[in-house]
């Protein structure tokens, strides 16, 4: 019985290792060593031990590692499988109804797609949308993924947010779960910051409305709609 218990033990700890290289090589865009853990059969949506709750795809998203992540998806990686952050307290619900419902049920995770944009990672949202992800699951926050680009000020940002407005088919006037604020007064929010003006002129020439402003939102809104006619 000692026996069988400490082979068991062992078999346990080489699962986890294994997992652990996954998810090292995943987040160090690593494409190789992830080719290599997949062939020796780790789990492809395994969960981190490391207290982050991330699958290899999410930490592979999160670090922009688009080549392992385009190749994690091609072999099969569930992108309905949601990071263990500080609000996923009925976590293992949450996958199971995002699996019996192919991902489409806005069951209020923090799914690859909020950490793309949050991350300001286009071309991992572009991959992402491809593989048949939505763009428009709210987080239990409140804020759907798009938002999460307002909130970044690189140019990755800005180019997120594009790729959610042009082939994630987002709705350029999406408001908040509550719908207490459009995602034009969020990135108002942030006027004279980084990468504002930017996003601006990307939801007002796709056709966001100024319905709501204050005057001097407003005003703001025709300057930055003024430069793009130059």
Aim: proline fraction near 3%.
């Amino acid at each position: 019985m000692r026996t069988l218990a400490l082979a068991l033990c062992i078999c346990v700890a080489a699962v986890r290792a294994d997992l652990d290289a996954l998810i090292a090589a995943a987040r160090s865009d690593d494409l190789h060593a992830v080719k290599m853990e997949l062939k020796r059969g780790t789990d492809i949506n395994g969960i981190a031990r490391d207290g982050s709750g991330q699958s290899p795809l999410m930490a592979a998203t999160l670090a922009g590692a688009t080549q392992v992540v385009k190749h994690l998806l091609k072999k099969g990686a569930d992108f309905t499988v949601p990071e263990k952050d500080g609000y996923a307290d009925v976590r293992l619900l949450k996958v199971v109804v995002a699996r019996l419902t192919f991902g489409r049920f806005p069951c209020f995770r923090y799914t690859p797609m909020h950490g793309a944009c949050f991350q300001g990672r286009p071309e991992v949202a572009r991959l992402l949308i491809k593989a048949g992800m939505g763009a428009n699951d709210y987080h239990r926050d409140g804020f759907s993924p798009i938002f999460r680009c307002s909130w970044g000020a690189r140019p990755g940002h800005v180019a997120a947010m594009e790729v959610l407005l042009d082939e994630g088919k987002v709705d350029p006037n999406v408001q908040t779960k509550s719908g207490h604020m459009t995602l034009l007064q969020a990135v108002l929010q942030k006027k004279g910051s980084a990468g504002s003006d930017e996003m601006l002129a990307a939801l007002l020439k796709r056709g966001a409305s100024m319905s709501g402003l204050t005057s001097e939102e407003k005003a703001h809104c025709k300057t930055v709609l003024a430069k793009l006619e130059l």
